[in-house]
């Protein structure tokens, strides 16, 4: 089954403490991004991945890392997190979007569900 | 800055009964529109998409209606059922160049349908 698996589903840790939410598809995708999804703010955009060992900042990077060693695998890293990191966070995967794929919707993971104390 | 705009935030609707949620965009290179559906627990799926080249799409129950010179576009739901209740994203993307592939989002409309 063609997927993206996000875990944990569920994570509560303390304020300084690194974690990591690891995301991995099975589709081939080349780009993979990570999004936060805040009540009234919709799904903003933290990093995205065009391909291997190519990352970029999205909307709101501040406080978030990210690698692409593989191509399957998109870990989201946070290096020492604040309570303002509590929220719920999706990865998502697609193939390049240009000329006539573009339309190739997102596939997104089940989501992680951060709590920062 | 809100590039995609949404309303309205909720909607409840009656069973059978038209449910329309609205988008404005500002940035007129925006050339792809879809429509993403969240369930509870779940991640958003992608539901229908539009170019800006054409005015309407429909697939079954749900159209698409795009007005390209007010820079707004909608999602009407026909016939609207209890499965559908959700939330509803809207996003617009860019042309090839940068972040090829960055959808970006409108704030969500939860969508209730009493039976």
């Known amino acids: 089954e063609a997927q993206v698996t996000q875990n944990p589903r569920y994570l509560i840790t303390v304020t300084g403490k690194k974690l990591t939410v690891t995301c991995s598809q099975n589709?081939?995708?080349?780009?993979m991004s990570w999004y936060r999804q805040d009540p009234g703010l919709g799904l903003r955009q933290i990093y995205y991945?065009?391909?291997?060992?190519?990352?970029d900042k999205g909307d709101v990077p501040e406080g978030y890392k990210v690698s692409r060693k593989e191509k399957r695998n998109f870990p989201l890293i946070l290096e020492s997190p604040s309570p303002n990191q509590t929220s719920l966070y999706f990865c998502?995967?697609?193939?390049?979007?240009?000329?006539?794929?573009?339309?190739?919707?997102?596939?997104f993971g089940s989501g992680t569900r951060l709590t920062v104390v | 800055q809100q590039q995609v705009k949404q309303s309205p935030q909720s909607l409840i609707v009656q069973k059978g009964g038209i449910s329309i949620i609205n988008c404005a965009y500002e940035?007129?290179?925006?050339?792809?529109f879809p429509w993403y559906q969240q369930f509870p627990g779940k991640g958003p799926a992608l539901l229908i998409a539009?170019?800006?080249?054409?005015s309407e799409k429909k697939e079954g129950r749900f159209t698409i209606s795009f007005n390209k010179s007010a820079k707004q576009f909608s999602l009407h739901i026909m016939d609207s059922q209890p499965g559908d209740s959700a939330t509803y994203f809207c996003?617009?993307?860019?042309?090839?160049?940068?972040?090829?592939?960055?959808?970006?989002f409108g704030t969500g409309t939860l969508l209730a349908v009493q039976p």
């Open positions: 998502a995967s697609s193939f390049r979007q240009t000329g006539d794929l573009k339309g190739y919707g997102y596939t």
């Open positions: 589709m081939n995708h080349e780009y």
């Open positions: 991945s065009m391909n291997v060992e190519v990352t």
């Open positions: 940035n007129t290179a925006f050339d792809y």
């Open positions: 539009i170019r800006p080249d054409v």
């Open positions: 996003a617009a993307s860019k042309p090839y160049g940068g972040a090829t592939n960055k959808l970006i």
